[in-house]
């Protein structure tokens, strides 16, 4: 019974070891510790970071559901926007800015009109991959 249980025990720590010093290498054999900020979960293959960057030119607007369809064409009409893209799923539409008009203008003609929900830069996403 002993010899079994020496045995069990040297198999559980030759195995336990040599993983836990994988499983906390770079990849170069050095030990690496991570802060709990940096920490990916299990079940996450990519994390988005938002960034304070967006595309100089363009908005994501949200018009309120009782905005008509014609109300919306001749408010980019009057204002030099135009619709490049549809995201049926939320019902925001972003537009292209006229040459000029700065990001923080286009937001303040949106803010003054009763018909939009909301609008916001179009700010750009990025994914990181995990460590490995």
């Given at each position: 019974?002993?010899?079994?249980?020496?045995?069990?025990?040297?198999?559980?720590?030759?195995?336990?070891?040599?993983?836990?010093?994988?499983s906390?290498?770079?990849?170069?054999?050095?030990?690496?510790?991570?802060?709990?900020?940096?920490?990916?979960?299990?079940?996450?293959?990519?994390?988005?970071?938002?960034?304070?960057?967006?595309?100089?030119?363009?908005?994501?607007?949200?018009?309120?559901?009782?905005?008509p369809?014609?109300?919306?064409?001749?408010?980019?009409?009057?204002?030099?926007?135009?619709?490049?893209?549809?995201?049926?799923?939320?019902?925001?539409?972003?537009?292209?800015?006229?040459?000029?008009?700065?990001?923080?203008?286009a937001?303040?003609?949106?803010?003054?009109?009763?018909?939009?929900?909301?609008?916001?830069?179009?700010?750009?996403?990025?994914?990181?991959?995990?460590?490995?």
């Open positions: 019974m002993r010899c079994y249980l020496k045995g069990f025990l040297l198999n559980v720590i030759c195995i336990t070891i040599p993983f836990l010093l994988i906390c290498s770079n990849g170069s054999g050095n030990v690496e510790s991570r802060d709990r900020d940096e920490t990916i979960s299990k079940n996450e293959s990519y994390t988005k970071t938002e960034s304070k960057e967006y595309a100089s030119d363009q908005l994501l607007v949200k018009f309120k559901e009782t905005a369809q014609s109300y919306r064409k001749e408010f980019y009409e009057k204002h030099g926007f135009i619709k490049i893209d549809y995201f049926e799923s939320i019902d925001v539409e972003l537009i292209t800015l006229p040459n000029g008009l700065s990001v923080k203008n937001l303040a003609i949106c803010k003054d009109d009763d018909n939009i929900e909301y609008a916001e830069p179009n700010y750009k996403r990025y994914l990181n991959a995990p460590e490995h």
